[in-house]
């Protein structure tokens, strides 16, 4: 065997030793991607329950409860309003005609307070029920941005990974080197 | 694990058809929830109880419109005259345009808030589709939120019709000036809401005692 040949086989065994290291960074690589990618998707899931809570909340949203929240709310005002509201009508003395009239209009007043508490709560109701779905709606988008930023930060990091996994570059070196020797010396 | 990059290849593959399928089911759930019998019944209801609190204000204005006529052809002795049934048509056709306007502005309202949720709908639609692409999600949705609050807060008024009977206000006006002048000649000033009689007997200062709710007996 002579010294060509000698080269050739170092050099084959540099190259194959080269392709095997490449060949493994490039799985490494993969894999570092694979994984990050893996974590995005831990993200994503949590994401996507989070928008389906969001809709199942939305779905079960109804105007029943502010509506309550309000008729209650304008009841008791209402009610400690009520001295003053009806003063006028609680003089005395001012006749039995008076009185009778007095007492049956004292009834119309909360009939008609309270027909009207009833009627402003259900316009009030749609209104705040959507105020709330608003609120839902901009706590979840603060929730996907807080998910998004985590995915963008571990989008880089992956990057990062995935860039530092590099062939060896004193084989690659080698490798060329003994290329280069080899067709010299076969040369000869 | 096989090489050039098949294993993060499959994992995006997987991944990329979780968020298919999420955004398909996200958005066919969203259109469900807007599109639904109880969300159509909302607007309903809500058409309902603003054309009643409409109607309700109108038939109070009604009312005292009613009255305040009775009162002001009275003073004039026009009671059962022409002027008595024109003055009458004058406050029916008020009255009917005090419910034609109940209805258009109940019925705006419940357009608006139809359009609202409509806005709302794509925007859930929008934080759905976006997944993982938050950063714009994030704003597109404090976005819609000021746009929310602002329509909700222009929805929440409760509408007002205004006064539907001011039309009327000669009469009164005419009347009360023809009262103060009857006044004036006889010499005598009245107080109070309700006119210068009370079951067919001055009523000025002085003349009454009162007892307050709370107070002591008081003359007014």
């Given at each position: 065997?002579?010294?060509?040949?000698?080269?050739?086989?170092?050099?084959?065994?540099?190259?194959?030793?080269?392709?095997?290291?490449?060949?493994?960074?490039?799985?490494?690589q993969d894999a570092d991607a694979a994984a990050g990618i893996r974590q995005n998707m831990a993200l994503q899931q949590d994401a996507n329950k989070k928008?389906?809570?969001?809709?199942?909340?939305?779905?079960?949203?109804?105007?029943?409860?502010a509506q309550a929240s309000q008729m209650d709310q304008y009841l008791q005002q209402l009610q400690q309003q009520q001295q003053l509201a009806q003063q006028r009508l609680a003089r005395t003395g001012l006749g039995?005609?008076?009185?009778?009239?007095?007492?049956?209009?004292?009834?119309?007043?909360?009939?008609?307070?309270?027909?009207?508490?009833g009627l402003m709560s259900a316009v009030d109701a749609p209104s705040l029920q959507r105020q709330q779905e608003g609120y839902t709606l901009g706590d979840l988008g603060t929730e996907l941005g807080i998910i998004g930023g985590d995915a963008a930060g571990n989008q880089y990091v992956t990057g990062?990974?995935?860039?530092?996994?590099?062939?060896?570059?004193?084989?690659?070196?080698?490798?060329?080197?003994?290329?280069?020797?080899?067709?010299g010396a076969g040369g000869k | 694990m096989c090489g050039g990059g098949g294993s993060a290849a499959k994992a995006a593959q997987q991944q990329e058809a979780a968020r298919q399928a999420g955004i398909t089911q996200a958005v066919g759930q969203i259109n469900s929830i807007y599109g639904s019998p109880q969300r159509q019944q909302q607007y309903t209801d809500f058409q309902n109880a603003m054309q009643a609190y409409n109607l309700n204000q109108l038939d109070k204005q009604k009312t005292d419109a009613d009255r305040n006529l009775n009162f002001a052809l009275a003073r004039q002795g026009l009671t059962g005259g022409s002027a008595d049934a024109d003055a009458s048509a004058n406050l029916a056709k008020d009255y009917n345009q005090g419910v034609l306007k109940s209805e258009q502005a109940a019925s705006s309202a419940a357009s608006q808030l139809q359009a609202q949720d409509q806005a709302q709908k794509q925007q859930l639609i929008g934080l759905a589709e976006s997944g993982l692409d938050a950063t714009s999600a994030s704003n597109q949705a404090l976005t819609g939120l000021q746009t929310n609050l602002a329509n909700a807060m222009a929805q929440?008024?409760?509408?007002?019709?205004?006064?539907?009977?001011?039309?009327?206000?000669?009469?009164?006006?005419?009347?009360?000036?023809?009262?103060?002048?009857?006044?004036?000649?006889?010499?005598?000033q009245t107080y109070g809401l309700f006119g210068p009689t009370l079951n067919g007997q001055y009523i000025g200062p002085g003349s009454l005692s009162v007892q307050w709710p709370g107070q002591n007996t008081t003359n007014i």
């Open positions: 065997m002579g010294a060509g040949a000698a080269a050739g086989y170092i050099a084959a065994a540099i190259a194959a030793a080269s392709a095997v290291d490449q060949n493994q960074t490039m799985r490494r928008i389906a809570n969001t809709i199942q909340q939305q779905a079960a949203s109804n105007p029943a409860n039995d005609a008076y009185n009778q009239w007095a007492a049956r209009d004292a009834g119309d007043v909360n009939d008609y307070s309270t027909k009207l508490a990062q990974q995935v860039a530092n996994q590099r062939p060896n570059p004193w084989l690659q070196a080698a490798a060329q080197g003994a290329k280069a020797y080899a067709s | 929440g008024q409760a509408q007002d019709l205004g006064d539907m009977f001011s039309g009327l206000a000669n009469y009164y006006t005419n009347s009360q000036q023809a009262d103060a002048y009857r006044k004036s000649l006889n010499g005598t």
